[in-house]
């Protein structure tokens, strides 16, 4: 391999791993010392490359190569930077209509009010705010960068919880042992292993008539995966007991269909509820000027003529 | 051949120099790939919201309108959640009827927003308690949830212009309640 194809592979080598960071943003892999060794490396073959090739080392396409090289230095850069000095990934959540500081950016999410509905759609939004900035709604799909941050929402299981009584009043549903006091919607903070998968759990309490709910969050494909709990939509696993701790009764409650447990009448509406995730990655218009250049001067190198390399001319033949 | 060896040689020690140079300043930016951290929107509390605009949810009431904290504005508002099963709230509800009568001809407002439960729950619980002032019936704990509770009964005042001025955890006094809404009405 010449040193011209080292450096074009450990260019592009060097332009997949930052790229990784804005394709898949926020995994750990880009704050290890492995990732910022290989980029340093990279980087350091790179300027070897094109400090050579600019003093004529590898002829006038060498030379076209370096500028091309130049691109993929500024973002291996910005990648080595991005994993460095930007901030370790963060998960933020927060209850509907509830605000959560966000210290790493200085700016408060506002988490959308959700009813069953909402939450059956996965349709609720998180909006940040800065001081001095207009609002922005974080969409559901896409992402928002802010300096070397990435700005996305992912989707956690909740479950819309509305509990009656057996005359059928509508009852409070309180969250004792969760973040958010009053709230009928619950977004499974812990989980609870079972067979070789992790479940989401959560726990409600319905004060007025003194019970305490343990809830399991079934997805579709998980309760499918369950043959005996027989049902095929996402659904709730209900442990009920009262508030002295003595069990009343195990129930499943498929999404938007009332169950019945002793006093105590259940309907979940399950869906998803979204939260914030903040991660490093390198500014995309760092990106595009980046792999401009680079392929500018690939392109360059490997189209023009190039005085280096004999041109061959057709002779004139002779009358 | 010499001359070639001697390039490589230059260029080996190039990137070796290169790589020990560029390691010592990566080193030194770097602090360890620290663990995911979680931010759990935490309430700090009814108390932790003093300043704040007063946000406004439209629910219905007990008589079956709609109503909403925001159609009070100009108004000093006293806002108390509460439910029917909350041991505190039904010892408040005395005072708190005591306030209202006091000051709803100096323009306080007294608004009891119940948190999650039927319209008939909470309306054989106001007559039971002799209750007068307006009553929202919060079905999906909105107010709850915005004003930080994180226990019932929470107090909120807010003032004229629509800004929490104070939120109180707990059940309150008559002379509680005078006492926080007194330093409202002075204020302005």
């Known amino acids: ?319 | 051949m010499r001359c070639l060896t001697v390039h490589v040689h230059s260029a080996a020690a190039r990137v070796a120099v290169g790589v020990i140079v560029l390691g010592i300043l990566v080193g030194g930016c770097y602090s360890g790939g620290g663990p995911k951290r979680t931010i759990d929107g935490g309430s700090g509390g009814p108390g932790s919201l003093a300043g704040a605009p007063a946000v406004s949810y439209t629910v219905k009431r007990l008589d079956g309108h709609t109503d909403a904290l925001a159609r009070y504005r100009g108004s000093v508002v006293l806002m108390n959640l509460w439910a029917t099963w909350c041991p505190p709230c039904r010892q408040e509800m005395p005072a708190l009827q005591q306030f209202y009568r006091e000051n709803k001809s100096r323009g306080v407002v007294v608004l009891g927003v119940d948190q999650g439960e039927s319209a008939a729950a909470a309306a054989t619980f106001a007559r039971a308690h002799g209750v007068t002032f307006p009553i929202l019936l919060d079905a999906d704990e909105q107010y709850g949830r915005s004003y930080a509770a994180i226990g019932l009964p929470t107090t909120v005042i807010i003032d004229r212009r629509g800004h929490v001025v104070r939120g109180i955890d707990g059940e309150l006094t008559l002379a509680q309640m005078r006492e926080a809404v007194g330093s409202a009405l002075r204020a302005q």
């Open chain 1, 1 to 319: 391999m010449t040193s011209r194809q080292t450096a074009l592979f450990v260019a592009c080598v060097a332009i997949g791993l930052t790229l990784a960071q804005d394709v898949r943003p926020g995994l750990d892999l880009y704050h290890t010392w492995q990732y910022a060794a290989a980029l340093t490396i990279a980087i350091v073959v790179l300027v070897s490359y094109a400090w050579g090739a600019r003093a004529g080392a590898d002829g006038l396409a060498g030379a076209r190569i370096a500028i091309a090289i130049v691109g993929a230095l500024a973002i291996a850069g910005g990648g080595l930077l991005a994993g460095l000095i930007g901030p370790d990934t963060i998960t933020v959540g927060g209850s509907p209509g509830s605000v959560t500081p966000v210290g790493d950016l200085q700016a408060a999410a506002f988490f959308s009010q959700a009813d069953p509905q909402t939450i059956e759609r996965g349709a609720a939004t998180v909006a940040l705010r800065r001081p001095g900035h207009d609002p922005l709604t974080v969409p559901a799909t896409g992402r928002l960068f802010l300096g070397t941050s990435i700005v996305y929402v992912s989707a956690r299981p909740a479950a819309y919880i509305v509990a009656r009584d057996a005359q059928g009043n509508r009852l409070t549903v309180t969250q004792p042992t969760n973040t958010t006091f009053l709230s009928p919607v619950l977004l499974f903070p812990q989980n609870q292993p079972l067979r070789d998968k992790s479940y989401p759990l959560d726990t409600f309490a319905t004060p007025g008539i003194h019970r305490i709910v343990r809830a399991l969050y079934f997805s579709a494909a998980d309760a499918q995966a369950f043959n005996h709990l027989g049902v095929r939509q996402s659904a709730l696993v209900l442990a009920v007991n009262d508030d002295a701790g003595k069990t009343i009764g195990l129930t499943i409650a498929p999404s938007g269909r009332e169950v019945a447990i002793g006093n105590l009448h259940v309907t979940a509406t399950l869906g998803t509820y979204p939260q914030l995730v903040i991660a490093a990655a390198p500014h995309p218009a760092l990106l595009a000027i980046g792999l401009l250049v680079f392929f500018g001067g690939v392109l360059a190198a490997y189209t023009r003529p190039s005085p280096d390399k004999p041109v061959v001319t057709p002779v004139a033949q002779q009358p």
